[in-house]
């Protein structure tokens, strides 16, 4: 058994863990990162015969005012953008396409809404966002609707919006402070969303640069088993490969995980209370065709199946072979559907078909289809019972939370890097 001592040591190497240690030993703390697996966690590329399939559009809302575009300032990244077309995004509405309001342009283009209500809906947005400020009352967006009276135009919108952008079949029950704070940001950015060339391992591969080149060490197949806790202070953790301690720790693994490794510890209930909840779980279904097919969208959102697919080839020409075409569509699942067999093959084939509807010939152009039934795209669903973990309990001064299960800021991976950041400067601060 080998004891090692760092300055902090940071459990879990997805992308909050990363992004963490990537600007701690940037600002000269000697860092150990310890993961289970391989790096990236969720945030995942895999090659397969010349296409590289990301786990998810690895798309970044706001990338003018996201935590990762501070964290690309601040470490020197190169990132790749390849800022989404909005002109192609297009919302399927049964036997029409139309525009998606993904900003101020999108709303004024849309069928969804007419006249005065695209006014109104504008109006209730900007003045929500002066409230979101100052405190937005906490209610259901069922229930902040019913309240408001809104149209039964906007109301579909609304739901649409939000199924869209939450990755969900039940958008009523996002908390609407929590939606016009995400669209508020979304309404005052000139880029709503863009894609990481390269994908997802374009970006590990930098943070990774990054730690490597400020002496940081990465132990991956390094699995957490346990934490070593002493009055108000975590002093070590045990792995198979030894024990390590540190001044701070940093976990970046789900409330679930943590739980077994706090487990007999003074910390025990503190983390179980948070691993009582519900992911937001997605069915993707990617293919790689040999051939592209031209149509005028590159993003399409299926309005009654809350399925969506994406040309990642039209943004991102390194993830496949010459000529080739990257399509990749994403089905939201109901709770009471994950893990069950039938709702999945049922998904499946809705999948197929919207395929066949917007990409006609694609089953004879296909080299190779990539199928999961049970994606965990956020690790906390945001509904009104629901609530993000805290980033550090105030009783233990040197542990501190990041991932997407923390409360931070936006969605998916932002939440990721919004609470990384936060803890990291949290650590740093430590030192004025
Ligand atoms: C299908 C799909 C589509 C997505 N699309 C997008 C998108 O378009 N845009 C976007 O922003 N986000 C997207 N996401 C979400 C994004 O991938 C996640 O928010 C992000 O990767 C989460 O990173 P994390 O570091 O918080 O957690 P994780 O990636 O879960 O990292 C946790 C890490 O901890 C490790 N670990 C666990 N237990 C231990 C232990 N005991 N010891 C050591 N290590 C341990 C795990 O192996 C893992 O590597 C998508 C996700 C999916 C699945």
Redesign the pocket.
């Known amino acids: 058994m080998t004891t090692n001592h760092y300055d902090v040591v940071i459990?879990?190497?997805?992308?909050?863990?990363l992004s963490s240690a990537a600007y701690l030993s940037s600002k000269g703390k000697k860092v150990l990162v310890?993961?289970?697996?391989q790096l990236?966690?969720?945030?995942v590329t895999l090659k397969i015969k010349g296409f590289n399939f990301n786990?998810?559009?690895?798309?970044?809302y706001a990338r003018d005012s996201s935590v990762l575009r501070t964290f690309e300032k601040e470490l020197g990244l190169n990132i790749d953008w390849q800022d989404f077309n909005p002109t192609k995004a297009k919302y399927d509405i049964g036997d029409d396409l139309t525009a998606v309001p993904s900003n101020v342009q999108g709303l004024f283009q849309t069928k969804l809404l007419k006249g005065i209500d695209k006014v109104l809906f504008t109006f209730e947005i900007l003045k929500t966002m002066l409230k979101v400020e100052k405190g937005h009352p906490h209610m259901s967006i069922q229930k902040w609707m019913e309240k408001k009276q809104v149209s039964e135009d906007v109301q579909d919108m609304m739901l649409t919006l939000a199924s869209s952008n939450f990755f969900t079949r039940e958008p009523e029950k996002i908390p609407s402070d929590v939606f016009f704070t995400y669209y508020s940001r979304l309404f005052t950015t000139n880029k709503p969303v863009s894609y990481i060339g390269g994908g997802w391992q374009a970006l590990i591969n930098e943070f990774v640069r990054v730690i490597e080149a400020n002496q940081g060490t990465i132990m991956l197949k390094?699995?957490?088993?346990k934490a070593l806790v002493e009055n108000d202070r975590v002093v070590g953790v045990v792995t198979p490969e030894g024990e390590f301690t540190a001044d701070e720790f940093v976990c970046?693994?789900?409330p679930k995980?943590l739980v077994?490794?706090f487990a007999e510890t003074r910390l025990e209930h503190a983390v179980a209370q948070h691993a009582e909840y519900e992911p937001t779980v997605?069915m993707?279904y990617d293919i790689g065709l040999k051939e592209r097919i031209d149509v005028p969208f590159s993003y399409i959102y299926d309005k009654q199946n809350n399925i969506f697919i994406t040309d990642i080839s039209y943004y991102d020409r390194t993830c496949v072979p010459e000529g080739g075409q990257l399509l990749q569509a994403?089905a939201y699942m109901r709770q009471a559907d994950v893990g069950n067999k039938e709702a999945a093959e049922i998904r499946k084939q809705e999948i197929e078909n919207l395929y066949d509807k917007h990409f006609p010939g694609w089953r004879e152009k296909l080299v190779v289809p990539r199928v999961?039934a049970r994606?965990?795209?956020?690790?906390i669903k945001w509904t009104m019972n629901q609530k993000p973990m805290p980033t550090f309990f105030p009783d233990y001064r040197n542990l501190f939370f990041?991932?997407?299960w923390c409360e931070g800021q936006g969605?998916?991976?932002?939440?990721?890097f919004s609470s990384a950041w936060q803890v990291s400067n949290l650590i740093l601060e430590k030192d004025k």
């Open positions: 459990v879990g190497a997805g992308l909050a863990g310890l993961e289970r697996g990236g966690g969720r945030a786990f998810g559009a690895h798309a970044i390094t699995k957490v088993e970046c693994i789900p995980e077994k490794v997605v993707v994403t999961s994606a965990v795209v956020q690790e990041a991932g997407d969605q998916l991976s932002e939440l990721s």
